[in-house]
C-alpha cells in the first residue's frame, strides 16, 4: 500500500492560483500513473486530472486549460498547479493511485470573494 498526503488547499478570490501537493511513502511511486480528484459537499467525487508513469497528462473538460497535473519521482510528489480559480472549484482534493479507492484526508479549496 501507498500513504498519500495532500496540502496547498486555502481560500483564494475567484482568478487567483492555488499549487497543490501530493506526497507519496512507497518506494513503488514511478510505476503508478497519479490522479487528482475532488468533491464538493452534496456532490459526487470527480476525477479532475491524471498523469502515467510516462508523463501524459489528461484533464476534466472543466479545468482543461487553467489546471497543470505534473509529478517529481525522485521526490514521489504528484502536483496540481491550479489558476484562474472559479467559485465553482470550491471542493475538497484529493490525490490516489488511478482506479484505487483508498482516500486520504484531502485538502480543502475554497474559492470565494
Known amino acids: 500500500q501507498v500513504q498519500l498526503v495532500e496540502s496547498g488547499g486555502g481560500l483564494v478570490q475567484p482568478g487567483g492560483s492555488l499549487r497543490l501537493s501530493c506526497a507519496a511513502s512507497?518506494?513503488?511511486?514511478?510505476?503508478?500513473?497519479m490522479g487528482w480528484y475532488r468533491q464538493a459537499p452534496g456532490k459526487q467525487r470527480e476525477l479532475v486530472a491524471h498523469?502515467?508513469?510516462?508523463?501524459?497528462?489528461n484533464y476534466a473538460d472543466s479545468v482543461k486549460g487553467r489546471f497543470t497535473i505534473s509529478r517529481d519521482n525522485a521526490k514521489k510528489t504528484v502536483y496540481l498547479q491550479m489558476n484562474s480559480l472559479k467559485p465553482e472549484d470550491t471542493a475538497i482534493y484529493y490525490c490516489?493511485?488511478?482506479?484505487?479507492?483508498?482516500w486520504g484526508q484531502g485538502t480543502q479549496v475554497t474559492v470565494s470573494l
Open positions: 490516489n493511485i488511478l482506479d484505487t479507492d483508498h
Open positions: 512507497g518506494s513503488l511511486f514511478r510505476f503508478y500513473a
Open positions: 498523469i502515467t508513469n510516462g508523463g501524459r497528462t
